[in-house]
C-alpha cells in the first residue's frame, strides 16, 4: 500500500504562484509514476502533469508552459510547481502513483484562482 498526502492547495489571485507537495509513504519502491491530476465539479478527474521514476515528464497541453512537476526521491516527496494561476485552473488537485496494477490517490486538496 502507497498512501499519499497533498498540501499547498489555497487561494491565489490570477497570474499568481502556488506549489503543491505530495508525500509518499508505504511500499513506495513498487511506484512507477507518480502525477497531479485535477477534478473540476462534475467532471472526471484529468491529468495535469506526470513524472515517472527515471525523471520523465509529461504534461497536460493548457498547464505545459505554466507547470513545473518535480520529485525529491530521498524525501518521497512530488511537487507542482504552478505559475501565471488562471481562474479556469480551480479544481481540487490530486496526487496519483502507479506502481504496477496498482493506483493510489490522495485525498485533494482545493486550489482557488480568484481575486
Known amino acids: 500500500q502507497v498512501q499519499l498526502v497533498e498540501s499547498g492547495g489555497g487561494l491565489v489571485q490570477p497570474g499568481g504562484s502556488l506549489r503543491l507537495s505530495c508525500a509518499a509513504s508505504g511500499s513506495i519502491f513498487s511506484i512507477n509514476v507518480m502525477g497531479w491530476y485535477r477534478q473540476y465539479p462534475g467532471k472526471q478527474r484529468e491529468l495535469v502533469a506526470s513524472i515517472t521514476s527515471g525523471g520523465i515528464t509529461n504534461y497536460e497541453d493548457s498547464v505545459k508552459d505554466r507547470c513545473t512537476i518535480s520529485s525529491d526521491n530521498a524525501k518521497n516527496m512530488v511537487y507542482l510547481q504552478m505559475s501565471s494561476l488562471k481562474p479556469e485552473d480551480t479544481a481540487v488537485y490530486y496526487c496519483?502513483?502507479?506502481?504496477?496494477?496498482?493506483?493510489?490517490w490522495g485525498q485533494g486538496t482545493q486550489v482557488t484562482v480568484s481575486s
Open positions: 496519483n502513483a502507479v506502481g504496477g496494477r496498482d493506483i493510489y
